[in-house]
Nanobody
Framework: QVPLVESGGGSVQAGGSLRLSCAAS????????MGWFRQAPGKEREGVAT???????TYGDSVKGRFTVSKDNAENILYLQMNSLKPADTAMYYC?????????????????????WGQGTLVTVSS
């Protein structure tokens, strides 16, 4: 069973919206912290948004005020509502989970050190 499955990606015009979902399997229980990363062609994977077990949210600087992360704890589904999309938001978006917080000391943890990843969902924003 794949532990994390993303969906909701697609192609939109600048200014549009998309909502991504990440369904976590039973292997990812409530002890895990979850969040979103993205990777554009030729660039490193970067943190986008994460939500703590107490509901505290953290966002990457480039998406603050435009993206909203939320979690349905009953269904164990992580969401990312993306509004006012820009061409610079074009990337593969990945869901990640780890038993540690995805940020540490004000910075995102090294993506290579995180326990679980989804397969990604592509978001393309045209101008």
């Amino acid at each position: 069973q794949v532990p994390l499955v993303e969906s909701g990606g697609g192609s939109v015009q600048a200014g549009g919206s998309l909502r991504l979902s990440c369904a976590a399997s039973g292997a990812i229980d409530s002890s895990y912290y979850m969040g979103w990363f993205r990777q554009a062609p030729g660039k490193e994977r970067e943190g986008v948004a994460t939500i703590g077990r107490d509901g505290t949210t953290t966002y990457g600087d480039s998406v603050k005020g435009r993206f909203t992360v939320s979690k349905d704890n009953a269904e164990n589904i992580l969401y990312l509502q993306m509004n006012s999309l820009k061409p610079a938001d074009t990337a593969m978006y990945y869901c990640a989970a780890d038993r540690r917080q995805l940020t540490y000391g004000g910075s995102w943890r090294d993506p290579n050190a995180l326990e679980r990843w989804g397969q990604g969902t592509l978001v393309t924003v045209s101008s």
